[in-house]
């Protein structure tokens, strides 16, 4: 047994009752976990609560919160709320789709950036902003947004 | 010395004349009217955080310990600001709290390197709290003295940024936790539910519902387990008031949640709190930790002989799930998709169970309710609409941030007098008021006072209350198209009308915003007919749809349609943007001047519509010209420009 599955098993002992309502909690104690839900997750999730395996999925995919892909090294979260778009975050978006030719929720094939863009982080005086792993970026523009990347490709070979 | 379980419960229970000397001076270092030593208040909540607030609690941090000063450092919310972030506010002994904008970690060194020689930097200074029994500092305006404050009427946020939200003492020394020791030791259930009636509290998640009819279905179904759930899944972009309520003050929250729980007979509450929402999170399952260990939150509180437990949690993103039956699919472990009503949750919500779901604000507001009674609320605000309003402005407006007026107050006393309307050298255009499924409102109607009634007689909504300022240098139809596109993409799915009307409707905007790239499915005449459509689908999302978010989907659609014709007109007709925002329809020109002839860019337009002869100014060929600017980014001489 790899680690991945020991994990995802300590994960389901957390939760004892086979309740339908511990679906949820489950698969964001996997989402908090990986940071993403692999399909071998979801058939585990499955089999723990006596659910079909598309039933899981299905959930799964309906809300925001959940990745189905590995993140990145460097995970790029963009602001997508109403502030921000007026203060031109789409061509932010534009920008960052086309330097690491990924969309939202999608990584990179080197695995080194992910990409999610949020409906909006809250942060509505400081448009448009952007995070990466947590660090975040406000008032920026596309040029900026270029630098930025480019500036954690080089940490990334260093 | 920390102040011990006890101490903290008899003074949630007991009128302030019950009180020793001794402990009155307590109190008084609870609720930081007295002082120790100095007092420096960091808002650590998300807009802070964006601007730096982390690195100046370091930089902070850092200063006192290389200097050996002994002070008080502590987290807050948000004052409401959240264009001058980071905010922090500093309070010497014996004088006022004084606040401060935009200090970056590079400022903190300087700033209290004054403060503490009793000078006051004035370019970073809001102003000072207004407290009795402090030393007012001299020639410093007070925070009331400011449009921005001064023109709010703060009773849900009146503590937000200034209390410390970790701190159940400082809560209990303000008076907190004395409107729910009432409730449950003098009130009956529905004597709680008339109160609440009486004061006229209506839902401010967006419907306005009366809040007690709510309960009073609740309370009269009988049943064996009643739930209340907080709706805590802010998901509108643009709005953050519930967001800030929890931040600034969870104590008051939790107090209102329990208030409304007794009042249905419930002793199970939930609260459905989106799961981005990190640091409230935090803050609430702290205080819930706290008051289970005060005995305000289990079995037979404070012998009572009522038994109360609240759970947390946490919503995985849908924006459907604002809903109420969609919220408790959702908690029930299924996709949140909205069921037909009748039957209302509040005869058979979570688990077949008669549950209530209100809001934060609306919960929020119960405490001061009770505490200061009905005909107190009553005096606030209109006379059907009673109480006060957060509003949360964003947008291209001077300051950004939360506002709280009495209902009835105008958009232009919101707008211009307290955030300050446009930034320097723009005009105001239009307020999108309510998010996704909100209006857009010209500047004609600023003049009307809000209330649910007034904006639904002038065909608006109130939604939750975000205000998107624009201003001339944004483009109606654009950001109408933002707005129909979030909503197709949250829309659930189940029923036809919303699925689909948002799609075309997002269809149609898209069509509309750019350039017809196949002249002759998308002449012109095609184009308006389609518009002409807009409003039959918008009639019929709103008669079919099964849940508010199908009904109100058209409303951005129809109110910038009806008051903002001429700009579709000009997207339709003369296929411009008079803003230049919608990109795609940018005419892009050469500059004769500039252009030196390098022919890059001709080599490099994908519809050949640049044509020349090298060495010479080259031209581009409007007819053929699909916008997509590759040649203004080619361009090493900046000759490409846009009109």
């Given at each position: 047994m790899n680690t991945e599955t020991a994990q995802i098993d300590e994960i389901l002992q957390r939760f004892p009752q086979i309740k339908r309502n511990a679906l949820i909690p489950l698969l964001q104690a996997v989402q908090d976990e990986f940071g993403y839900i692999s399909e071998e997750a979801i058939a585990r999730i499955g089999a723990h609560l006596s659910l079909p395996t598309s039933k899981v999925f299905g959930l799964a995919t309906f809300y925001n919160q959940f990745s189905f892909s590995r993140r990145g090294v460097y995970h790029i979260t963009l602001c997508n709320g109403s502030s921000c778009h007026l203060a031109r975050s789409g061509e932010l978006l534009g920008e960052i789709t086309k330097v690491l030719e990924i969309s939202d929720g999608e990584t990179t094939r080197d695995g080194l950036f992910s990409l999610e863009v949020q409906?909006?982080?809250?942060?509505c005086g400081q448009s448009p902003v952007m995070a990466v792993n947590g660090s975040y970026y406000s008032g920026i523009n596309v040029k900026e947004v270029r630098e930025i990347i480019k500036q954690y490709r080089e940490d990334a070979s260093r | 010395m920390l102040p011990d379980k006890e101490f903290l419960l008899r003074l949630a229970q007991?009128?302030?004349?019950?009180?020793?000397t001794d402990e009155k001076e307590m109190v008084t270092l609870l609720n930081r009217e007295r002082l120790i030593c100095p007092l420096v208040m960091v808002n650590s909540s998300i807009s802070g955080i964006v601007a730096g607030a982390k690195e100046t609690w370091e930089a902070i941090e850092q200063y006192v310990a290389d200097r050996a000063i002994e002070i008080d450092l502590c987290e807050s919310g948000s004052i409401g600001l959240s264009s001058e972030e980071p905010v922090i506010s500093v309070q010497l002994p014996e004088r006022t709290r004084l606040f401060f904008a935009r200090v970056t970690a590079e400022k903190v060194s300087s700033l209290l390197d004054d403060l503490f020689h009793q000078v006051i930097p004035d370019q970073l200074l809001i102003g000072q709290l207004r407290r009795e029994g402090q030393e007012p500092w001299s020639d410093i305006p007070y925070l009331d003295e400011i449009p921005f404050f001064g023109l709010q009427n703060r009773i849900v946020m009146e503590v937000c940024g200034i209390i410390?939200?970790?701190s159940f003492g400082e809560y209990v020394a303000r008076g907190g936790y004395k409107a729910f020791l009432t409730t449950i030791r003098s009130y009956t259930l529905s004597e709680v539910c008339d109160l609440v009636r009486d004061s006229g509290l209506r839902g401010r998640a967006g419907g306005g519902f009366p809040t007690s009819k709510k309960w009073k279905v609740a309370f009269d179904t009988p049943s064996d387990q009643k739930y209340l759930i907080c709706n805590a899944e802010e998901s509108d972009p643009g709005a953050f008031m519930d967001r800030t309520l929890m931040e600034g003050n969870p104590y008051q929250l939790l107090e209102g949640i329990s208030i409304a729980a007794y009042a249905i007979g419930s002793n199970r509450a939930y609260i459905y709190i989106r799961s981005e929402y990190k640091d409230s999170i935090r803050r609430i399952t702290n205080a819930i930790k706290e008051l289970r260990v005060m005995g305000l939150?289990?079995?037979?509180i404070l012998d009572s002989g009522y038994n109360l437990q609240i759970s947390l949690r946490k919503g995985p993103g849908a924006f459907v799930c604002g809903e109420e039956t969609a919220l408790i699919a959702s908690l029930e472990g299924r996709r949140g998709i909205p069921s037909s009503k009748p039957p209302y949750p509040s005869t058979s919500g979570y688990l077949g169970r008669p549950t209530v779901v209100n809001n934060v604000e609306t919960l929020s507001n119960l405490p001061g309710i009770i505490s200061k009674g009905p005909e107190w609320f009553k005096s606030i605000g209109l006379e059907d609409c009673t109480g006060t309003k957060i509003f949360s402005i964003s947008g291209q407006v001077r300051m950004s941030g939360l506002v709280e007026v009495p209902m009835g107050t105008t958009f232009d006393t919101i707008v211009n007098d307290i955030t300050g309307g446009a930034n320097k050298g723009r005009k105001l255009k239009a307020l999108h008021v309510g998010g996704p499924l909100g209006c857009t409102v010209p500047l004609e109607l600023m003049k009307i006072p809000v209330s649910y009634a007034t904006l639904k007689s002038e065909g608006l909504v109130m939604g939750s209350g975000g205000i998107l300022v624009m201003d001339d240098k944004s483009c109606i139809v654009d950001t109408v198209r933002y707005f129909m596109n979030y909503v197709n993409k949250q829309s659930c799915g189940k029923c036809i009308p919303c699925r689909e009307g948002t799609r075309r409707m997002a269809e149609i905007l898209e069509s509309i915003t750019r350039k017809p790239v196949d002249e002759e499915g998308h002449t012109t005449l095609e184009r308006f007919k389609e518009v002409m459509q807009l409003e039959n689908l918008a009639e019929v999302m709103k008669d079919t749809s099964l849940c508010g978010l199908g009904q109100n989907a058209p409303n951005p659609v129809m109110s910038s349609l009806k008051y903002f014709r001429s700009e579709y007109e000009e997207h339709i007709f003369d296929r411009r943007c008079p803003s230049n925002i919608c990109t795609e329809l940018r005419s892009w020109y050469i500059d004769v001047e500039m252009c030196?002839?390098?022919s890059i860019c001709a080599k490099r337009c994908p519809a050949e519509a640049i044509i020349g002869t090298a060495r010479h100014p080259y031209f581009i060929v409007q007819e053929k010209c699909i916008g997509c600017g590759i040649c203004f980014e080619v361009c090493k001489f900046t000759a490409v420009y846009y009109k």
């Open positions: 409906s909006c982080i809250g942060a | 007991s009128a302030p004349s019950e009180l020793s410390d939200p970790f939150l289990g079995d037979n030196t002839g390098c």
